[in-house]
């Protein structure tokens, strides 16, 4: 029986060691996400806040170690109810940077619906990350700021854009403090204890980085709703939200031209805003502003004018909040409106040569489509058969179908995360088939935030064609996602970067120029790299072109905002 025994006691603590290691990008597969009933207790004049988090989950398969985000909480309490029965568990942060946590039960979750319920605090942020608090005057606010991963310094969950979920969501406050968050208020009580609970209609789907809350002695301004048009057929609630300054006409010039920027972007679009309310919130120190469903947060600065608005701060309002109305919602169901249904007629299957008899311009449609639909238009539908052709495919490239193969990597990528870029990692170095190298490097260059280092590292790799390895940095910085990061990047690797590339050609490399539109970006643009190539061959003429592209990107910025108050004001 020994030996039995040994194989089994070995087979478990390897089966601990690989729920032991933290995942290095996204959460593993297996465990989804279907809904969230959060309560928080807020009080800003406090340090600290406290949440109780229930999670409405799906298990693919049973399970001993649910992994999930959480950064910063001190967690109290952990429990998994599954199969009518609730069971004690283990919470951990394991890795404090990224925010990797771990729900750890004594015995696996069966396979099927579960429940996760964790009770916490957490400390409040001082900058506009998480649930942030600052003081206006003699009084205290907390505010919120999630995107891009601060939803995890709120809450426990699976803080990642795949995941979109409904919130139910219960704030607690105290005093005469009022509380906004994403949907309108239903329910207001005073609780024995002295606090009042607020109750709030449950979200549509979303992810965690578009959920808000604003809560203290808020001064809430009620506007006239947007009017029903041609593609909404009810009223729009509109208010704006502020610090409490007995000065409420500050809110004026944006309560005057919020319905008709709303407007002509439903007209537009040809889609109703898709939020049963919208507020426009203005903190004290946010920093710019942030597309929240239904309760898009601004710097008060572009929101709150104390006397007429200048010409400038005219633009600046119109041009950002018409950004933050348009952003996700709008522009994402625009392109699966318009495209979408255009792809599926044509069909996606990746089968290899299943569209071979078309002719080329169709094929080449279809390539384009799945490309919008599914790279930028985010359809789920399209972006789980991709994702399906790319597990297939990772290890046989020809099981798919060569056209649109890059596509569908780089959706697998976003979708799968470390392990596919480990695949195609090893598919743009080794393939004997050149195409197939440039396709897998192509797709390398679209990974998101979780594998943007290992990629940029991978461009490096001299084992990997310099053409492939520029892209990928290029396209680094092309995505907003992770820019930043990139070109953070690029300034620690700029001449490794640049010594990969021939030296008549590194004054291309300016061409990441376009990644900027601001003064502050031109400057840091010309110290990184453009002073650096002004002496390759070339180089003052491409640098001098940046330099300008940045410069015309910045103007227009300035002259489109007063574009759009012109138009306005024409109405």
């Not at 600052?134 to 009084?139: C, I, L, R, W």
């Not at 919008?372 to 359809?379: A, P, Q």
């Not at 492939?468 to 820019?483: K, N």
């Not at 330099?547 to 990107?553: P, S």
Request: net charge neutral; aromatic share 8%.
């Amino acid at each position: 029986m020994l030996r039995p025994l040994l194989a089994i006691a070995l087979l478990c603590a390897c089966v601990a060691r690989a729920d032991d290691t933290p995942p290095p990008g996204p959460l593993p597969e297996g465990v989804t996400p279907a809904r969230y009933r959060l309560k928080l207790t807020i009080d800003p004049r406090k340090k600290d806040f406290a949440g109780q988090t229930d999670i409405d989950v799906t298990l693919r398969a049973p399970q001993q170690t649910i992994w999930l985000h959480g950064l910063g909480l001190t967690v109290s309490s952990v429990s998994v109810t599954s199969a009518g029965k609730t069971m004690p568990a283990r919470y951990e942060e394991v890795e404090h940077e990224s925010g990797v946590a771990r729900i750890v039960t004594d015995a696996p979750v069966a396979a099927g619906k579960a429940t996760l319920k964790l009770r916490y605090t957490a400390a409040f942020q001082s900058a506009p990350q998480g649930l942030y608090r600052t003081q206006a005057g003699k009084d205290w606010y907390a505010f919120s700021q999630m995107e891009a991963i601060d939803a995890r310094r709120v809450f426990p969950g699976f803080d990642e854009p795949r995941f979109k979920t409904p919130f139910e969501v219960t704030l607690v406050t105290t005093g005469g403090d009022r509380a906004v968050t994403n949907t309108p208020e239903t329910q207001s009580a005073k609780l024995r204890s002295g606090p009042t609970q607020h109750k709030y209609l449950t979200t549509k789907p979303l992810p965690t980085y578009l959920l808000a809350f604003a809560v203290g002695p808020l001064e809430i301004v009620d506007g006239p709703p947007v009017p029903p048009n041609g593609v909404r057929r009810a009223p729009l609630p509109l208010r704006v939200v502020g610090t409490r300054q007995a000065d409420a006409a500050r809110f004026n010039f944006a309560l005057a031209q919020a319905p008709d920027i709303i407007a002509r972007l439903e007209s537009y679009f040809g889609i109703a805003f898709p939020y049963p309310k919208i507020d426009l919130i203005a903190s004290p120190i946010h920093g710019g502003a942030m597309e929240n469903a239904g309760a898009i947060i601004f710097d008060e600065a572009l929101l709150a004018f104390a006397h007429e608005p200048t010409p400038r701060q005219q633009a600046n309002f119109g041009v950002v909040a018409a950004h933050e109305l348009a952003h996700h919602p709008l522009l994402e169901q625009a392109l699966l409106s318009l495209y979408g249904e255009r792809l599926r007629k044509l069909g996606y299957d990746a089968t290899p040569g299943h569209y071979s008899a078309e002719p080329a311009e169709q094929q080449l449609l279809r390539r384009q489509l799945i490309g919008l639909v599914g790279l930028t238009g985010r359809s789920a539908e399209v972006r789980s058969a991709m994702a399906s052709a790319a597990d297939r495919s990772a290890q046989n490239p020809d099981a798919v179908e060569p056209l649109f193969r890059w596509r569908i990597w780089a959706i697998g990528l976003q979708e799968r995360g470390a392990p596919m870029f480990v695949a195609l990692k090893k598919l743009a170095i080794d393939s004997p088939d050149a195409q197939v190298r440039a396709d897998a490097s192509t797709a390398l260059g679209y990974g998101g935030a979780a594998v943007s280092s290992d990629a940029l590292d991978t461009s490096l790799d001299p084992r990997l064609e310099v053409g492939p390895a520029t892209r990928i940095v290029f396209q680094q910085m092309d995505d907003p996602g992770t820019r930043d990061g990139a070109w953070k990047w690029f300034a620690a690797h700029r001449d490794a970067a640049l010594a990969r590339v021939p030296a008549m050609f590194q004054s291309f490399y300016a061409g990441v120029g376009n990644a900027f539109c601001s003064t502050e970006g031109r400057q840091s643009f010309n110290t990184v790299l453009g002073e650096r190539l002004r002496s390759a061959s070339g180089g003052e003429v491409q640098v001098d072109r940046a330099l300008e592209g940045i410069n015309d990107c910045v103007a227009l910025r300035a002259a489109v905002g007063d574009s759009i108050r012109s138009t306005l004001q024409k109405q």
